[in-house]
């Protein structure tokens, strides 16, 4: 199936809106909960593929799971040895969360497993995963070039390890945390600089003990994780859109409600207020041990900034929506510091620059980031590449071109964004799929 977007230019975005539920958080409320004693209800779960692809994994692993109807998902917890063999490989589809956190909880289990995935999960690097987990005393076997599919045996005696990742990367610290709830002793991972903490806060509203010191985080062996309910908040990363949507567009005045502003994940919002947007945080307050709150966004004039490497990390999965701010800021944009950009569902330096390019915007890939100087932009055809956040960002870059923007390869988007069309149209987005 082919999913073409065109987006007329002009008009503004307005109302308030709830985007989807958190993708990170959707995927480890399935895990966390089939591993617990007791049955779990979660609210606001992301019916979007990649959550679904976790969630229908764990349905092959023996677990009982309700809905997804509306956002609810009740998982009946088979405690940390009640998983069973699965009849056949686990597909992920798109989602290295779903790959790369399932490879840390399967290294514990008594059987062997194999996972795969779709052609853009198979291109991804898993040894990132898979060394450290061979070194607490896992098998793990990828294909050619540290790539999916992967071979998970089972039947291993883990031990916990102290690991310094070389990269700031959640989903190898949650893959860790996971196989250490499985293994001798204490596991520890420290992490370069802060990445998202969700593995962390859910364990402990598991009633898992976390230790934290700094950048280091451990855990224990051996656990009784308990049901505890579930609220997930709408996923800071798709609001993102809709803030760079707004604040690039003249006249815009939008509210997105129930945002999830774990402070790991805020980094968009810090950037984008360095170049000078109009955000505000209104209604703050906890659901679910994280924090949320509404976000106001209203148009203004946007300027290019050098963005702050400390930000990068935090902000990780923002850079296609980031790069459109920039395109329409005064001045020149750098960031540096984002070579993980190049590992994501598509090489992002490079599907970005060649689709602002096609719109006649200036942007120089660099090996670890990208410059991008802002001014008037034309229409034209850009590739998506299949990535569903880079479809999104230039369906928002649409907004301020002369002309009508044509996006192709945009099905994937459904993998995080179900009806992203239909709630960009109720914004005040001119945008049409076929
Ligand atoms: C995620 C971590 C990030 C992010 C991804 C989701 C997670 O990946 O880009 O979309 O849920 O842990 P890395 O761990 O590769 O940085």
């Given at each position: 199936m082919s999913v073409t977007y065109h987006i007329d230019p002009g008009g503004m975005i307005k109302g308030r809106l709830r985007v989807p539920g958190d993708k990170s958080i959707s995927h480890r409320s399935i895990m966390l909960a089939s591993i617990a004693e007791g049955v779990t209800r979660i609210s606001g779960?992301?019916?979007g593929e990649d959550a679904i692809a976790t969630l229908n994994a764990f349905r092959a692993l023996g677990v009982r799971v309700e809905g997804p109807e509306g956002g609810n998902v009740t998982v009946h917890g088979v405690g940390l040895r009640g998983l069973r063999r699965p009849g056949a490989a686990l597909d992920c589809g798109n989602a290295g969360t779903a790959m790369r956190l399932l490879a840390g909880l399967l290294a514990g289990q008594s059987f062997d497993c194999e996972l795969t995935g779709d052609e853009s999960l198979r291109a991804r690097p898993m040894k990132r995963i898979a060394d450290p987990l061979n070194r607490m005393g896992a098998l793990i076997e990828t294909a050619?070039?540290?790539?999916?599919p992967l071979r998970v045996h089972g039947g291993r005696r883990l031990a916990g390890i102290d690991y310094a990742m070389p990269m700031a990367s959640a989903q190898v610290k949650s893959a860790l945390l996971l196989a250490g709830l499985y293994a001798e002793g204490k596991t520890c991972v420290t992490e370069p600089a802060p990445t998202r903490d969700h593995t962390e806060r859910m364990l402990k509203a598991f009633g898992c003990e976390v230790e934290k010191n700094q950048r280091t985080v451990c855990v224990r062996g051996g656990p009784t994780l308990r049901a505890s309910a579930i609220e997930v908040p709408a996923d800071i990363s798709s609001a993102a859109f809709f803030m760079v949507a707004a604040a690039i567009a003249p006249g815009s005045d939008l509210t997105l409600e129930?945002?999830?502003?774990n402070p790991t994940r805020t980094g968009v919002i810090d950037i984008l207020r360095l170049m000078g947007a109009n955000l505000e945080l209104v209604n703050e307050r906890t659901a679910g041990g994280e924090p949320v709150a509404d976000i106001r966004v209203r148009g203004s004039r946007l300027r290019g900034i050098a963005v702050p490497p400390e930000l990068v990390p935090l902000a990780i999965d923002e850079f296609p929506a980031v790069f459109i701010a920039a395109a329409n800021a005064e001045g020149t944009t750098v960031v540096t510091g984002?070579?993980?950009?190049?590992?994501?569902?598509?090489?992002r330096i490079q599907t970005m620059a060649d689709g602002l390019r096609a719109l006649g915007a200036r942007a120089e890939p660099t090996l670890d980031g990208m410059r991008v100087t802002g001014g008037s932009y034309h229409g034209g055809q850009v590739a998506s590449r299949g990535d569903h956040r880079v479809a999104m960002a230039f369906a928002v870059a649409g907004?301020?071109?002369t002309t009508a923007v044509t996006v192709t390869d945009?099905?994937?988007?459904?993998?995080?964004?179900?009806g992203f069309v239909e709630l960009a149209g109720t914004a005040g987005l001119k945008i049409r799929a076929n």
């Open positions: 779960f992301l019916e050619e070039g540290g790539r999916p129930h945002v999830g502003t984002a070579q993980e950009l190049r590992v994501k569902e598509s090489d907004l301020r071109a945009c099905v994937n988007v459904a993998t995080s964004f179900p």
